[in-house]
């Protein structure tokens, strides 16, 4: 299974941008899929992840992001919105055949390369 995710930039705060993630080699259907974000020196964070039924946020993320997928596109989505410096972070999405939705990046077994979000005040 192979993930490229997309749709990174420069913004500023109070803005919107959609994150974008194509799986190849395999269904999503058959995973539970996530986002998570990083900053120079600190650890891969959990920001939002879907079952297909259930989804779950972090707490900095309720409210404010949203995470989708589109089964026919085979794609997973993530939806920012008034987006603040402190959301500035490279964002990856994942893929996993957990049973449940985790919030521990050893839990999830597939990783797409990164997407930087930089978001100026």
């Known amino acids: 299974v192979q993930l490229q995710a997309s749709g990174g930039g420069l913004v500023q705060a109070g803005d919107s941008l959609k994150l974008s993630c194509v799986v190849s080699g395999g269904f999503i259907t058959r995973y539970n899929t996530g986002w998570f974000r990083q900053t120079p020196g600190a650890q891969r964070e959990f920001v939002a992840a879907s079952s297909g039924r259930a989804v779950d946020y972090a707490d900095f993320a309720l409210g404010r992001f949203v995470i989708s997928r589109d089964t026919e596109k085979n794609t997973v989505f993530l939806q920012l919105n008034s987006l603040r410096p402190g959301d500035t972070a490279i964002y990856y999405c994942?893929?996993?055949?957990?049973?449940?939705?985790?919030?521990?990046?050893?839990?999830?077994?597939?990783w797409g390369q990164g997407t930087q979000v930089t978001v100026s005040s």
């Open positions: 994942a893929a996993t055949t957990w049973g449940v939705i985790s919030r521990r990046t050893d839990d999830w077994n597939y």
